[in-house]
C-alpha cells in the first residue's frame, strides 16, 4: 500500500494526466479532491490522502475541485487514445499470453494502474477484453465456414477445454430468438423431486434454459410454456439425466462446482453479475453491494438485485449466494425458506473432511 501511494504522490507531483480515473487525491487543509492532473498549486505530501473512487472521497467528507470536476466522468483525450491503443494490441496479438505486464509495457504504466485506467474506460477489465474479442473472432469463423478446431486454434483459444470453458455462457440464444419466444427452439423439459420440493430442468441442445422449483408439476410446466411460448417444448427425462443427476448431486452436497452449459439470453450487465455470482466459492455468501463493488459501481447494488431476481437457471448461477448487507437471507425467487435452506446446507457440506 505505500508503495502504491507513492507511485499516486509521484503522479500528482507530476500532474499526469493518464492518472486521472485511477484515483483522486484529497487535501486534508481545504477539504478538497482533485484529479492528479488538477492544474492546481501541489499541497504537502502530509496532508494529502487518496482514494480510489470519488464516491469514497465524499463519503469521508471531501468535496469536488471546481477546477478539474473530479465527480465527472469525462476522461482526457489522451487517456482515452492509449486504451484504444491497447485495445488494438490486444486485438492482434490473442494468440499470445496476454499479462497485464505485458499490456503495462506497452502503455507505459504499471499493470495495477492500467487494469484501473483500462476498467474506468471501457468498464471491462482487459483480459475480459481479451476473452470478448477471441470468442468475436471463433464466431465469425466458424460463420465463415472453418472447422470448430481451425477456428478454436485461429482465435487463440490453446484446448478445446479452455474453448468450453470460455464460451459456454456465452453461446447462447440470441436476443432475436428469445424475442420471438423462442421461436425455431427444439426444448427438453424433466420435473424431479429434489431437497427442496419439486425441479424442473429444461435445455436445449447447446445447454440448460430454465431451472425452476417448486411444489406443483403444472404450475412449473406453465411457467416455462409462458417463458417459451412459440419453443417446441417437450417432456423427456432421459435426454437431460446427465445435468438432472448433476444437479441432484449438488444438492446434496456431492458436487461442489456446478459447472453446466447453459442456454439463456440476458443482457451484458447480467453475465457480468451471473459471472461474478458463480464466482462465490461454495458455502460462502457476498452482498448485493459487494457484487457491485466487484464490479465497479457501488451505486448498482439495486441492478445487481434485479438481475439475480430474473435469473432463469437457479443454482446453475447461484443467486441463492448473494445476501444483504447485515447478513441476512434476504429473498428469494423461489421462496426465503428454500434460500435457508440451500446456505445452510452449503456451509455444512463445506465443512465436511475431503475424503
Same mark, same amino acid.
Given at each position: 500500500?505505500?508503495?502504491?501511494?507513492?507511485?499516486?504522490?509521484? %503522479?500528482?507531483?507530476?500532474?499526469?494526466?493518464?492518472?486521472?480515473?485511477?484515483?483522486?487525491? %484529497?487535501?486534508?487543509?481545504?477539504?478538497?479532491?482533485?484529479?492528479?492532473?488538477?492544474?492546481?498549486?501541489? &499541497?504537502?505530501?502530509? $496532508?494529502?490522502?487518496?482514494? &480510489?473512487?470519488?464516491?469514497?472521497?465524499?463519503?469521508?467528507?471531501?468535496?469536488?475541485?471546481?477546477?478539474?470536476?473530479?465527480?465527472?466522468?469525462?476522461?482526457?483525450? @489522451?487517456?482515452?487514445? /492509449?486504451?484504444? +491503443? =491497447?485495445?488494438?494490441?490486444?486485438?492482434?496479438? /490473442?494468440?499470445?499470453?496476454?499479462? /497485464?505486464?505485458?499490456?503495462?509495457?506497452?502503455?507505459?504504466?504499471?499493470?495495477?494502474?492500467?487494469?484501473?485506467?483500462?476498467?474506468?474506460?471501457? #468498464?471491462?477489465?482487459?483480459?475480459?477484453?481479451?476473452?470478448?474479442?477471441?470468442?468475436? $473472432?471463433?464466431?465469425?469463423?466458424?460463420?465463415?465456414?472453418?472447422? !470448430?478446431?481451425?477456428?478454436?486454434?485461429?482465435?487463440?483459444?490453446?484446448?478445446?477445454?479452455?474453448?468450453?470453458?470460455?464460451?459456454?455462457? $456465452?453461446?447462447?440464444?440470441?436476443? !432475436?430468438?428469445?424475442?420471438?419466444?423462442?421461436?425455431?427452439? #427444439?426444448?427438453?423439459?424433466? =420435473?424431479?423431486?429434489?431437497?427442496?420440493?419439486?425441479?424442473?430442468?429444461?435445455?436445449?441442445?447447446?445447454?440448460?434454459? #430454465?431451472?425452476? =422449483?417448486?411444489e406443483v408439476d403444472t404450475d412449473l410446466e406453465a411457467a416455462l410454456f409462458k417463458e417459451y411460448p412459440a419453443a417446441e417444448i417437450t417432456h423427456d427425462s432421459s435426454i437431460l439425466s446427465e445435468w438432472v443427476n448433476a444437479l441432484l448431486e449438488h444438492l446434496q452436497g456431492q458436487q461442489p462446482h456446478l459447472a453446466l452449459? =447453459?442456454? !439463456? $439470453?440476458?443482457?451484458?450487465?447480467?453475465?457480468?453479475?451471473?459471472?461474478?455470482?458463480?464466482?462465490?466459492?461454495?458455502?460462502?455468501?457476498?452482498?448485493?453491494?459487494?457484487?457491485?463493488?466487484?464490479?465497479?459501481?457501488?451505486? *448498482?447494488? +439495486?441492478?445487481?438485485?434485479?438481475?439475480?431476481?430474473?435469473?432463469?437457471? %437457479? /443454482?446453475?448461477? &447461484?443467486?441463492?449466494?448473494?445476501?444483504?448487507?447485515?447478513?441476512?437471507?434476504?429473498?428469494?425467487?423461489?421462496?426465503?425458506?428454500? *434460500?435457508?435452506?440451500?446456505?445452510?446446507?452449503?456451509?455444512?457440506? @463445506?465443512?465436511?473432511?475431503?475424503?
Amino acid at each position: 500500500m505505500i508503495l502504491q501511494e507513492e507511485e499516486y504522490w509521484q %503522479a500528482v507531483q507530476q500532474k499526469d494526466i493518464h492518472m486521472d480515473g485511477v484515483f483522486v487525491y %484529497a487535501v486534508r487543509s481545504t477539504g478538497i479532491y482533485c484529479h492528479p492532473s488538477c492544474p492546481s498549486r501541489r &499541497p504537502r505530501r502530509e $496532508q494529502v490522502a487518496f482514494f &480510489p473512487l470519488p464516491e469514497q472521497a465524499e463519503q469521508a467528507g471531501f468535496r469536488p475541485c471546481r477546477r478539474c470536476q473530479p465527480n465527472q466522468t469525462t476522461t482526457g483525450e @489522451a487517456h482515452v487514445d /492509449l486504451i484504444q +491503443r =491497447i485495445c488494438r494490441y490486444i486485438e492482434q496479438h /490473442l494468440e499470445e499470453p496476454l499479462t /497485464l505486464t505485458t499490456l503495462g509495457e506497452q502503455a507505459g504504466m504499471s499493470p495495477y494502474h492500467l487494469q484501473r485506467v483500462f476498467k474506468h474506460i471501457m #468498464s471491462i477489465t482487459p483480459h475480459q477484453y481479451a476473452e470478448a474479442q477471441r470468442l468475436k $473472432q471463433f464466431k465469425e469463423r466458424l460463420k465463415e465456414g472453418e472447422t !470448430v478446431t481451425t477456428a478454436m486454434y485461429d482465435a487463440g483459444y490453446s484446448s478445446t477445454s479452455r474453448l468450453y470453458e470460455r464460451t459456454a455462457t $456465452q453461446l447462447g440464444m440470441t436476443p !432475436v430468438v428469445y424475442q420471438r419466444g423462442g421461436h425455431g427452439m #427444439s426444448i427438453h423439459y424433466t =420435473i424431479v423431486d429434489s431437497p427442496l420440493g419439486r425441479l424442473l430442468v429444461a435445455g436445449t441442445e447447446k445447454g440448460v434454459c #430454465s431451472v425452476c =422449483i417448486g411444489e406443483v408439476d403444472t404450475d412449473l410446466e406453465a411457467a416455462l410454456f409462458k417463458e417459451y411460448p412459440a419453443a417446441e417444448i417437450t417432456h423427456d427425462s432421459s435426454i437431460l439425466s446427465e445435468w438432472v443427476n448433476a444437479l441432484l448431486e449438488h444438492l446434496q452436497g456431492q458436487q461442489p462446482h456446478l459447472a453446466l452449459p =447453459i442456454d !439463456v $439470453q440476458a443482457t451484458a450487465f447480467q453475465w457480468k453479475v451471473w459471472k461474478e455470482l458463480q464466482a462465490i466459492p461454495y458455502g460462502e455468501t457476498r452482498s448485493y453491494g459487494a457484487i457491485a463493488r466487484a464490479l465497479g459501481d457501488t451505486r *448498482k447494488a +439495486r441492478a445487481v438485485a434485479q438481475a439475480c431476481a430474473t435469473n432463469p437457471v %437457479a /443454482l446453475v448461477i &447461484p443467486c441463492h449466494r448473494v445476501v444483504r448487507e447485515n447478513g441476512e437471507a434476504g429473498g428469494y425467487r423461489w421462496g426465503r425458506e428454500r *434460500k435457508q435452506q440451500l446456505l445452510q446446507q452449503e456451509r455444512a457440506s @463445506a465443512l465436511q473432511p475431503i475424503r
